[in-house]
């Protein structure tokens, strides 16, 4: 029994050891950023990390945790975009007497109606906090709606037959975006009133520490989810679902359920990076940003662990914007026949996918095998037996 | 022929090409090849060479098209489903692979147009190839040529899987790896034939989709679920099927965004891509193994008043 114990202390030791490395690194990089660029930077990286890792974890909770292959992650983060961009702006602009209907979405009158409504919210605070939670709240309503409607015809697919449906909706998502101008006006930018103007100066602190609070809150309540029944019922699906539907379990509301969950989640993902922007260009929300970038995070972090999910983010977050500001010192050897570095970030992306598939096949930080029970439980129930 | 028609052939040969590269690497080794976007666009890319620095029509790079796009498919199966393969991975697994191989080749492809515009002053990232082409009985000549080509690259491909040894031995491996490793037919040399033959299908593909439509360097990006979605139609099962299942898509995409524009106006344009997608959707829903799944044996015997199971 003891050298039992030893070896799970050793194994828990070695996995420590992983991420302790890994946060060094990542520490290692954000000092040499911050000594050679400065604050901006380093904030800009922290909102990149804090929105990418809520729409991560949550492809995580689907991909990871319930094994369904969500190649589709970009249409919960438009539909959440969409929807703080459309409707939260629309009520607003309802209540002033201003037109709120197709022509909201024209460029001609949103250029005018929208700053009138940034100064509303920034006369007082709980106009500004009430908008935030709207539009947080119409996000998260938005991309659960979605996530049940693309499960309908979907979820009782088989592994690469649901893969590739649900690749073509999100590009389904994709084109009405780019072709709807009575939404969010097309191809044509549309502006967001900013709920965040009325602290002026630190706008760009606050804006990384709401974020930051609620990628948190998201971590904190995938953790507890994916601890709770519903997620060692997600975790039996995804290991065997015969085993599961015979142990009583219906997979097909468990993996509704965790679609739903999982979009909602992206889509406040998507509705905090259209409130940060500033505006809705949905040329902006394509296949690669908001699909496969959080596979390659999801991948590198390792399948199936929330925590190697935030580090993989964080990681590879720094490595992509250290190549557009570093492109031209260090890269400049492409400039001279012509060639752009920026192209690099997919070299990177594809490089980190198929070298962490090779020769890492479980990530940085390998998804740890949890009893049922906590340890110390397993431990007072055996006592009482005796 | 109608107006949509000359290019609508063109692009659904082209869409054939790539689903059918699909379903021979999907049923071969298992792998759901996101690569086959880049491949495509390869294709393009060596013909518009071809022809903008060599002269002469596009159809005299052909060649040298499925010969750059086996070589692809052959590095990718060395260097990358080889190793996945041994080691059993899961079909996700190997369809991530896949995309990290179409990232990296996606790149290439970026800083090769970005290198072409500025050693040869080319605009090489909008192209319309089919100004290169000449005109066949009042229509453009690829309207007749290419499908000519897919059906002569396909009756090929069919002769080659049915009279040859190893074709057979293919069949064989595609049917039941197992017994066919059993009897002694090497697996690893089906994998790599089935890559070699799908890159080259696919870039082939590429080639001719860039006959009917604009050739970007992002054009394998865009119509990748296309050809997912005739791949699926065709049920992912046989290698018919697929090809049947890209050019239904392509046709229907065509025709459909024709009449459909015709009837309620030109917004409909902006969503071409979603009609066949919406067929692929309601096929699925129906015949949830595609086309290939739609019980055609059954049917007939219910038609001609048999029972079941009588020919069984």
Known sequence: ?386 | MTPWMSSGLIYASGLALTAGSVTLIYITTRTFNFAVASMATIGFYVSYTGVILYGGLPYKYYPFVIIIGSIVGLICYYGLNRHLLRRRAAEITLMMSTLGYDLVLLSMIQMYTDFLTKTYKLFPRRVTMNIYDFELFGEKAAAFILPFIAIVFLMGLHMFLTKTKFGVAMRATIENPVLAGASGINSDRVYLVAWVIGGGMAALGGAFIAMAQTGTPVMGMFIIPLMFAGAILGGLGSLYGGILGGFVIGMTEYAGVFYLAQRFGPWVLGYRMGIPLMLMAITLLIFPRGLAGIPLVKLFGLLAGKKRGVNA
């Open chain 1, 1 to 386: 029994m003891t050298t039992k114990n030893g070896m799970i202390t050793k194994i828990k030791d070695y996995m420590l050891l992983r991420e302790v490395m890994v946060i060094l690194v990542i520490l290692a990089l954000l000092t040499f950023l911050f000594t050679s660029r400065g604050v901006p930077i380093i904030l800009t990286i922290f909102i990149d990390f804090a929105i990418f890792a809520i729409i991560t974890m949550s492809l995580n909770l689907e991909t990871g945790y319930t094994g369904i292959p969500q190649f589709g992650r970009v249409a919960a983060v438009i539909v959440g975009a969409f929807a703080v961009g459309s409707i939260p702006g629309r009520i607003m602009a309802r209540f002033m007497g201003f037109p709120w209907g197709i022509e909201y979405a024209s460029d001609t009158v949103n250029f005018k109606v929208v700053p009138q409504i940034t100064a509303l919210l920034a006369s007082n605070w709980l106009l500004s906090l009430g908008f935030l939670v709207l539009s947080l709240t119409v996000a998260a309503l938005s991309g659960a709606a979605i996530g049940w409607l693309i499960s309908r015809p979907a979820i009782r697919l088989k592994e690469a037959y649901l893969g590739i449906s649900l690749l073509a909706f999100g590009d389904f998502f994709m084109w009405v975006g780019h072709n709807w101008k009575g939404m969010v006006g097309g191809s044509v930018p549309v502006n967001v009133p900013d709920p965040f103007r009325i602290f002026a100066g630190n706008r760009f602190t606050i804006i990384v520490l709401v974020i930051f609070t609620i990628a948190f809150l998201v971590f904190v309540f995938l953790n507890k989810l994916t601890k709770s029944p519903f997620g060692r019922s997600l975790r039996m699906i995804r290991d065997n679902d015969m085993a599961a539907a015979a142990a009583g379990k219906n997979i097909v509301t468990v993996r509704t359920r965790s679609l739903v969950i999982g979009s909602a989640l992206a889509a406040i993902g998507g509705g905090l990076y259209v409130l940060y922007v500033g505006s809705v260009a949905s040329i902006g929300f394509s296949r690669l940003t908001f699909t496969f970038w959080p596979w390659a995070f999801m991948m590198l972090g390792g399948i199936g662990s929330n925590i190697g999910v935030l580090l993989g983010v964080f990681l590879l977050c720094i490595l992509r914007t250290m190549i557009v500001i570093f492109r031209s010192q260090w890269f400049g050897f492409l400039l001279v026949v012509g060639i752009d570095p920026l192209w690099l970030e997919f070299t990177l992306m594809g490089a980190v996918i198929i070298g962490v598939i090779l020769f890492l096949p479980y990530g940085l930080v390998p998804e740890k095998i949890e009893p049922m029970l906590p340890a110390n439980r397993v431990k007072r129930v055996l006592a009482g037996r005796q």
